[in-house]
């Protein structure tokens, strides 16, 4: 599916937060409005230079989860009329970005979520 860019945000730890409409018309009038959130991070040891890791450490999350990571976040609204799109995503960009745009905007964000990403890979292959 071709995503439709909306907006571009370099953040302050030098990653950029794409934001894309994905909205899909699902009537003569009417669509679902998505509004896809993505942020792509490359596996470096700079990542972790707050808490740095061993050699070993690195290499196996390098590993296990491959580069870079996606941080991906999805909001969507069902039904929305054709006159009441434009505004309903605009309000769905803006719900985001005050909800959740400091959180992946802080310094330590890419490197908790890389390490999060890690420890449920690890989890899941305990399961197996």
Not at 3 to 19: A, R
Not at 28 to 49: H, N, Q, R, Y
Not at 57 to 82: C, H, Q, T, V, W
Request: hydrophobic residues 40%; charged residues 35%.
């Amino acid at each position: 599916m071709e995503q439709t860019p909306y907006k571009k945000l370099d953040l302050p730890h030098g990653h950029c937060l794409e934001i894309f409409d994905d909205s899909r018309k699902i009537g003569a009038d009417a669509w679902v409005v998505i509004m896809t959130a993505t942020m792509k991070i490359p596996v470096e040891t700079s990542l972790f230079a707050s808490e740095p890791l061993s050699d070993d450490k690195f290499n196996d999350i390098l590993k296990a989860l491959g580069s870079p990571i996606e941080y991906r976040y999805r909001l969507e609204r069902n039904m929305i009329m054709d006159h009441e799109k434009d505004a309903v995503l605009e309000n769905l960009v803006n719900t985001f970005l005050e909800n959740t745009g400091k959180y992946v905007a802080n310094s330590k964000f890419p490197a908790k979520l890389a390490l999060k990403a890690y420890r449920d890979r690890v989890e899941k292959r305990k399961k197996k």
